[in-house]
Nanobody, 126 residues
Framework: QVQLVESGGGLVQAGGSLRVSCAAS????????MGWFRQAPGKEREFVAA????????SYADSVKGRFTISKDNAKNTVYLQMNSLKPEDTAVYYC???????????????????WGQGTQVTVSS
């Protein structure tokens, strides 16, 4: 089992920055990749970014490319999402996810990940 705990969410003005973190515990050695997803009220959960825990290769949704950066600290079993130039449409609950199968590297589908955190709220005011 893998446990994921997000932190760092909050309220920020448009144009501002925020960093959210995801700390993994348990059988972290089985994880191939980590991802960030977000879900706004009334909308489906959508892919934001993913990172390979071995190669560091990354993938981003077009909507955040150039503004968000995903990174990892393997020694701390922690993945970060640095969010810059935030927009009101970035407002959502942000979820961390772990892929322990590696069947679809850096997958963008919810089903590509088998462990999820509880989420952290990010609110961007206009």
């Amino acid at each position: 089992q893998v446990q994921l705990v997000e932190s760092g969410g909050g309220l920020v003005q448009a144009g501002g920055s925020l960093r959210v973190s995801c700390a993994a515990s348990g059988r972290t050695s089985i994880n191939y990749a980590m991802g960030w997803f977000r879900q706004a009220p009334g909308k489906e959960r959508e892919f934001v970014a993913a990172i390979s825990l071995s190669s560091g290769r990354t993938s981003y949704a077009d909507s955040v490319k150039g503004r968000f950066t995903i990174s990892k600290d393997n020694a701390k079993n922690t993945v970060y999402l640095q969010m810059n130039s935030l927009k009101p449409e970035d407002t959502a609950v942000y979820y961390c996810a772990a892929d322990s199968y590696g069947q679809y590297p850096l997958g963008y589908r919810v089903g590509n990940y088998d462990y999820w955190g509880q989420g952290t709220q990010v609110t961007v005011s206009s």
